[in-house]
């Protein structure tokens, strides 16, 4: 990537409940022991209804907080320009995010100002830790990835406690996401979520979500409501996305049958080392 005169950024998650095939762990991890919506995803190596999860310990808040720092840390020794913390999609700081989902009576739940607490001590965690010329962004979204409709119960006032957060926490931007990011963050009318986060973020932000149109993306950027558009599906169908766009050529639609089949090496298929 930097002999191409590239940057690179690592993003870090933690699945929380969603965890689905995990060769490491038996059981998944929660804010609260609440079942999440929907089914497990193929493409992630899951089946049928996800397990209910354990109900995080203080010990186990703690012990997720160290692996967020110990990942960036390895990140920035590897060469990376900077680090994204996936806050968003439903998993697991998401997951404590979500009323619903998040039924804790302590610091960690309750008003937004607590949910989103876990995601605000990973970011001060890692700025400590790589220090202040490494980048450091946050991924957050409303949807999830078995919930694409989610919405934040008290819509525009949870968005003035959440982004100024995260911007509290020395984050350098902000990655927003929803299944549209064009669209009203709530109800039929009203500014993006993007657009919220940079009122009241104040950070440099990123907008993604069914964006690969390059119109959509180019009203969005035009708008005001985000610095960049990210392009996900759309560039996996279209490696040249750069070039049909400037050339006006027609663009390839996702389908999820392009990530299949999926290649899985199991323990019991290995040579040993």
Not at 152 to 179: C, M, N, Q, S
Not at 184 to 196: H, K, Q, S, V
Request: include cysteine.
């Amino acid at each position: 990537m930097h002999r191409a005169g590239g940057r690179i950024i690592c993003q870090l998650m933690h699945a929380g409940a969603l965890v689905q095939y995990n060769r490491f762990v038996r059981e998944s991890i929660a804010p609260s022991a609440v079942r999440p919506k929907g089914r497990q995803l193929e493409e992630h190596g899951g089946s049928g209804e996800f397990n209910i999860p354990r109900e995080m310990t203080r010990e186990d808040i703690d012990a997720v907080i160290e692996g967020f720092v110990a990942a960036a840390l390895r990140a920035k020794q590897a060469g990376f320009d900077g680090v994204e913390v996936h806050a968003a999609n439903g998993y697991l700081l998401d997951q404590f995010l979500s009323e619903g989902i998040n039924l804790r009576m302590d610091e960690y739940g309750g008003p937004a100002a607590n949910r989103v607490r876990l995601t605000v001590n990973v970011l001060g965690a890692i700025r400590r830790a790589v220090g202040p010329d490494f980048v450091v962004g946050v991924r957050i979204s409303q949807g999830k990835v078995n919930d694409f409709e989610h919405k934040w119960r008290k819509g525009v006032e949870d968005a003035r406690i959440i982004f100024p957060a995260l911007a509290a926490a020395k984050a350098d931007y902000i990655h927003t996401t929803e299944y549209k990011a064009f669209r009203p963050a709530f109800g039929d009318a009203g500014p993006t979520l993007a657009a919220l986060a940079k009122t009241f973020g104040g950070l440099p932000v990123i907008a993604n979500g069914k964006l690969g149109g390059p119109e959509q993306a180019e009203r969005l950027l035009a708008n005001g409501d985000a610095d960049l558009a990210a392009i996900g599906t759309s560039a996996l169908v279209n490696p040249n996305w750069p070039r049909k766009v400037r050339e006006g050529l027609p663009l390839e639609r996702f389908d999820h049958a392009f990530l299949h089949p999926i290649a899985t090496i199991r323990d019991e298929e290995c040579a040993p080392l």
